[in-house]
C-alpha cells in the first residue's frame, strides 16, 4: 500500500456478498486505512493479516475508525482468526512477496477451494495467508536427500 490516503482493501457503499480472505494487508505509508467498510452493505472478512510499518492506520468499520486489529474485531464481529503482523516477506523491497519460514501467515490461512498459489505451486498443510506457498520444507527435504543420496557431488 503505497504513502497516502489509500487502503488496502475498501468495501464500498452497497457492495454485499465479498467474502475477503487469506489477504496479506502490507502497509508501510503514512494515512490510509488497512481495511475500510462502507456504511452500507456487507461481508465476510477473516484469516488476514494486517501490518503497518510506522503509522496508526486505521481499520474503519461502518464509518468508524480503529487503531487495532482487536478493536476492530471487537466492532465487526469480522477477523475472529486473522493476525496483527509483519508477514516476513522474503524482500518487499524488491518485490519478492515470498514467506519467510518463519512468518505467522505460514499455515494461519483457510481454504479458500485452491490447490495452488499464485505461481501454480502446491498447497502445503494448511493454506498459507498470502499469495505465496511457502515451500521451505520441500526444499529442505529436497536438499537433504540431494545430501544423502550424493547427487551433485
Ligand atoms: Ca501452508
Redesign the pocket.
Known sequence: MPNGSSRGIYIKDYATGHTVKNNIIYARGTLGALIQKATTGSATIDYNCYYKSSYTGQFIWNGTSYDTLAAWQTASSQDTNSIASNPLFIDAANGNFKLNPHSLC??A?TDVSLTEDYEGLK??????IGAH??QANVLFFAWFLRDFLGVNK
Request: proline fraction near 9%; glycine fraction near 10%.
Open positions: 505460514v499455515n490461512g498447497i502445503r498443510h494448511a493454506p498459507d506457498e511457502n
